[in-house]
Nanobody, 127 residues
Framework: QVQVVESGGGLVQAGGSLRLSCAASGRTFSSYGMGWFRQAPGKEREFVAALSRSGSRTYYTDSVKGRFTISRDNAKNTVYLQMNTLKPEDTAVYYC????????????????????WGQGTQVTVSS
């Protein structure tokens, strides 16, 4: 069983920044593909960013490219999502997820590929 715990959400003004952290348990953290998803009120959960086991490959949804950066520290079993130039439309609950069998050298954009999920952290961007 892998436990995933997000932190770092909060309220920020448009144009501001936040850094989300995601701690995942397990001695094989470095073998997991990791992803961030978000869900706004009344909307479906959507892909935000993902990265491969080594962190060398990263993937982003178009709306956050150039503003968000996903990274990982395998020594700390932690994944980060640095969010800059935040917009009101980024308001959502952000979820971190672990894929214990990611595609080789890659990471999935699809929520159904992820095996373990955190409870989510709220990000609210005011205009």
């Amino acid at each position: 069983q892998v436990q995933v715990v997000e932190s770092g959400g909060g309220l920020v003004q448009a144009g501001g920044s936040l850094r989300l952290s995601c701690a995942a348990s397990g001695r094989t953290f470095s073998s997991y593909g990791m992803g961030w998803f978000r869900q706004a009120p009344g909307k479906e959960r959507e892909f935000v960013a993902a990265l491969s086991r080594s962190g060398s490959r990263t993937y982003y949804t178009d709306s956050v490219k150039g503003r968000f950066t996903i990274s990982r520290d395998n020594a700390k079993n932690t994944v980060y999502l640095q969010m800059n130039t935040l917009k009101p439309e980024d308001t959502a609950v952000y979820y971190c997820a672990a894929d214990v069998a990611p595609p080789v050298g890659s990471a999935s954009r699809y929520y159904w590929d992820y095996d373990y999920w955190g409870q989510g952290t709220q990000v609210t961007v005011s205009s």
